[in-house]
């Protein structure tokens, strides 16, 4: 080899690399936001008069749901501005578990924007039957409980994907 196609070689393989570690980054950075959004449905998840939703306090709840909701909408930007097809396709499923809860979700205020993302007005949640919030987003099998497994599943497939491109540095 010459040394020009030597130069061009060792360049084209540092770009390489530095692809590579961007990549784990946003992945690691998906896997973060993942379990972000698990730990805010987890909130609302937990019952007693302590937890988010265990009063009739509405600003209480609406803190909580407002926190999921952005948490929500972090992860989902970060998942469709991935390269990798299984986050994309992983975020695809849990939009499809927003749009399967939306009738349920527009009653207490909250909507999905034409870019998925969670909209939650506050003066139509704080006007919401609060018995709804806690039937939506309280307890096994809850909305909140199908979109933590989901993003459990987001963190993993983030973990997995990192792991693999780790691999070939």
């Keep these: 080899k010459t040394e020009t196609e030597e130069s061009a070689s060792s360049e084209k393989k540092n770009n390489n690399t530095k692809l590579e570690s961007e990549t784990v980054k946003e992945l690691k950075q998906i896997q973060t936001d993942a379990n972000a959004l698990r730990d805010a449905a987890g909130k609302l998840m937990q019952r007693g008069s302590s937890s988010a939703l265990g009063s009739d306090d509405m600003n209480k709840a609406y803190a909580a749901v407002k926190d999921f909701a ?45 870019d998925n993302k969670l909209v939650v007005d506050k003066d139509t949640f704080m006007k919401a039957d609060v018995d709804k919030v806690k039937d939506l987003f309280n307890g096994q099998n809850s909305f909140s409980y199908l979109a933590s497994v989901r993003a459990v599943s987001m963190a993993n497939t983030a973990y997995s994907e990192s792991n693999k491109s780790n691999l070939y540095t």
């Excluded at 998942?79 to 499923?93: C, F, L, N, Q, V």
């Design 70 to 114: 952005d948490k929500y909408n972090t992860l989902m930007e970060e998942g469709s501005e991935s390269d990798s097809k299984s986050i994309k396709r992983t975020a695809e499923g849990m939009v499809d578990l927003m749009k399967d809860y939306k009738e349920s979700l527009n009653e207490i205020g909250i909507t999905i924007d034409k």
